[in-house]
């Protein structure tokens, strides 16, 4: 008897795309929610994906999505708009899901806390 095409992948490797897709899917999804400024002191502080922190740049963190995503940040009070790239880990303050450089903070009219949207737009790389 032949196998079908599906058989052939080994059986551990299909559960785990059915386990996983479902968390990737909704990781990209529009997020609302809180956004907070980087704290001077992390100024040239190794990020989590291992490159110094400059609040010069377009850096933010967020909890789930992949380093080296690019996202649209709305400043939902404003209509202020950024991109971002994604090259941290974090905020781990409930309420909030975005912390962003100051320079992106500026770019958005935020001093110090602001109600935000995330979209996902692709990737840095």
């Given at each position: 008897m032949r196998a079908t095409p599906w058989r052939r992948i080994p059986s551990h490797a299909l559960l785990a795309l059915v386990l996983l897709a479902p968390f990737q899917a909704e990781a990209f999804d529009p997020q609302e929610g809180g956004a907070a400024i980087y704290a001077k002191r992390f100024n040239g502080r190794p990020m989590a994906n291992g490159r110094p922190f400059d609040p010069a740049a377009n850096h933010a963190a967020h909890r789930h999505l992949p380093f080296g995503t690019v996202a649209e940040v709305t400043n939902l009070r404003t209509g202020a708009r950024t991109?971002?790239?994604?090259?941290?880990?974090?905020?781990?303050?409930?309420?909030?899901?975005?912390?962003?450089?100051?320079?992106?903070?500026?770019?958005?009219?935020?001093?110090?806390?602001?109600?935000?949207?995330?979209?996902?737009?692709?990737?840095?790389?």
């Amino acid at each position: 008897m032949r196998a079908t095409p599906w058989r052939r992948i080994p059986s551990h490797a299909l559960l785990a795309l059915v386990l996983l897709a479902p968390f990737q899917a909704e990781a990209f999804d529009p997020q609302e929610g809180g956004a907070a400024i980087y704290a001077k002191r992390f100024n040239g502080r190794p990020m989590a994906n291992g490159r110094p922190f400059d609040p010069a740049a377009n850096h933010a963190a967020h909890r789930h999505l992949p380093f080296g995503t690019v996202a649209e940040v709305t400043n939902l009070r404003t209509g202020a708009r950024t991109t971002v790239v994604i090259s941290d880990r974090g905020p781990f303050t409930p309420g909030r899901i975005i912390d962003l450089s100051p320079r992106s903070a500026r770019e958005l009219g935020i001093r110090d806390v602001g109600r935000v949207e995330i979209r996902p737009i692709g990737r840095a790389d």
